[in-house]
């Protein structure tokens, strides 16, 4: 069975809640989904599975120190993440607060890597975003994108 990393960094908890519902959303398509803080992570770990969604707060207008660590970290492995799919969500503190800039700056990485990158051409189209604390919107847009990420994982499968 196909396997999915939700993995995420959150300060405040509402990054953590962002990941738990791209996690529904990906089990519900079939796929195995393991939700990790990025803290609890070593690079090494990216290597187990074959997609990769990435959540991170808004930290002027770029992802967290701890994600972008683990970013940098994983150029030991570049080449070896070629061919899995990513994607990425964000939350801020407001609208206009850097959340499609931050997803952008992960996504990069993501494409660096090799990585198919599962877009949506409806909602959020280059991840789930969220400002403040995820409303019903927003969950919905995680759910759609851990959807999405499992389909194109079993497509590729």
Do not use: W
């Not at 989904?33 to 990769?52: G, H, P």
């Not at 997803?103 to 494409?111: E, F, G, Q």
Request: charged share 25%.
């Amino acid at each position: 069975m196909a396997k999915a990393l939700v993995l995420y960094y959150s300060k405040s908890g509402n990054t953590k809640k962002m990941a738990a519902a791209v996690a529904e959303g990906i089990k519900k398509e079939g796929v195995e989904a393991v939700v990790k803080d990025v803290e609890k992570t070593s690079s090494r770990d990216l290597l187990d599975y074959e997609a990769l969604v990435f959540g991170s707060p808004v930290y002027y207008g770029t992802m967290a120190a701890p994600l972008k660590k683990l970013l940098d970290d994983s150029v030991e492995f570049h080449g070896q993440l070629d061919g899995k799919v990513g994607a990425a969500f964000a939350s801020s503190a407001n609208i206009g607060g850097g959340n499609e800039t931050t997803v952008l700056d992960i996504l990069n990485a993501m494409l660096i890597h090799g990585m198919i990158i599962q877009g949506d051409p409806r909602g959020d189209h280059y991840g789930a975003v969220s400002s403040s604390a995820p409303d019903a919107r927003a969950t919905k847009q995680c759910a759609r994108l851990g959807e999405r990420v499992a389909k194109l994982v079993k497509r590729l499968s």
